[in-house]
C-alpha cells in the first residue's frame, strides 16, 4: 500500500516557470517530509526537508509547503532550469523508525529552453 | 567529501543463483539503509541497520539476507534469484544522532537477473 501519494506523474514546464509537485499522506505519525531529485543512473539526492512545525520552507529556488490538517505538502521550483530535469521524489518516515523512508511514485520533470 | 560507496556497479545473473551487493558507508555513519528500486518504480525500503543490528525491516523477501559489519559496512545477499529481482539496488548512510537530513544515497547496484 502506497503511503505517499504523488502527483503529477510527469511534468512539463518552461524555462523560467514554476514547478509544483504535491504529495499526500495518511499516517498523522509521519514526522519528517524531505525530497529528494534523482537523475538516471544515480542515487537520490536530499533537496530539501520540513517537520510538521512549520508551514513552509525555503532553500534557494526550493520551498516546500506543509499542510497538516489536509495531510499534505508540495515542491515548488522557482525559475526552473533546464537542469531541473530529473525525476523527484516525495518522502516522509517516522523518527522513532529510524527513519526508514516512503516515497511517493516520482514525478518525471523536464524543462524546456 | 567521501560518499557512499557501493559495489559492483552492475550485476548480471541467472535466475535461482545468488548475489551478495556490498555498501561502504560515509565514515562516521553508523546507520545503513538498504531500497530497491524498479524499473520507473519508487524506492522501496528493505532493511536497516545501526550499530550494526538490525534496527527496522521493509518489504524484505525471506530469499534475502543483509548484515552490517564491525567496520560498518553493509553486505545484501539474494538467494534464489527471480526475474522480478531485476532492479536498482540502492544503499544509504546516515548518522541516526542527526536523523534523516545526513541520509546520503549511494549511485546504486544494478542487478539484473536472465
Known amino acids: 500500500q502506497q503511503q505517499v501519494k504523488q502527483s503529477p506523474q510527469s511534468l512539463i514546464v518552461q524555462k523560467g516557470g514554476i514547478s509544483i509537485i504535491n504529495c499526500a499522506y495518511e499516517?498523522?505519525?509521519?514526522?519528517?517530509f524531505p525530497w529528494y531529485q534523482q537523475f538516471p543512473g544515480k542515487g537520490p539526492a536530499l533537496l530539501i526537508a520540513?517537520?510538521?512545525?512549520?508551514s513552509e520552507k525555503k532553500e534557494g529556488r526550493f520551498t516546500i509547503s506543509f499542510n497538516k490538517s489536509a495531510k499534505q505538502f508540495s515542491l515548488h521550483i522557482m525559475d526552473s532550469q533546464p537542469g531541473d530535469s530529473a525525476t523527484y521524489f516525495c518522502?516522509?518516515?517516522?523518527?522513532?523508525?529510524?527513519?526508514?523512508?516512503?516515497f511517493g511514485k516520482g514525478t518525471s520533470l523536464l524543462v524546456t529552453p | 567529501a567521501a560518499g557512499v560507496i557501493q559495489s559492483p556497479r552492475h550485476l548480471i545473473k541467472e535466475k535461482r543463483e545468488t548475489a551478495t551487493l556490498k555498501c561502504y558507508p560515509i565514515?562516521?555513519?553508523?546507520?545503513v539503509y538498504w531500497y530497491q528500486q524498479g524499473p520507473g518504480q519508487d524506492p522501496q525500503f528493505l532493511i536497516s541497520?545501526?550499530?550494526?543490528?538490525?534496527?527496522d525491516k521493509g518489504s524484505i523477501p525471506d530469499r534475502f539476507s543483509a548484515q552490517q559489519f564491525s567496520d560498518y559496512h553493509s553486505e545484501l545477499n539474494m538467494s534464489s534469484l527471480e526475474l522480478g529481482d531485476s532492479a536498482l539496488y540502492f544503499c544509504?548512510?546516515?548518522?541516526?544522532?542527526?536523523?534523516?537530513?545526513?541520509?546520503?544515497f549511494g549511485s546504486g547496484t544494478r542487478l539484473t537477473v536472465v
Open positions: 499516517n498523522t505519525a509521519f514526522d519528517y
Open positions: 544509504a548512510s546516515s548518522p541516526l544522532a542527526v536523523g534523516a537530513d545526513g541520509y546520503t
Open positions: 518522502a516522509a518516515s517516522l523518527s522513532n523508525s529510524g527513519y526508514a523512508l516512503n
Open positions: 520540513i517537520r510538521p512545525d512549520v
Open positions: 541497520f545501526y550499530e550494526k543490528m538490525q534496527s
Open positions: 565514515p562516521r555513519h553508523d546507520t
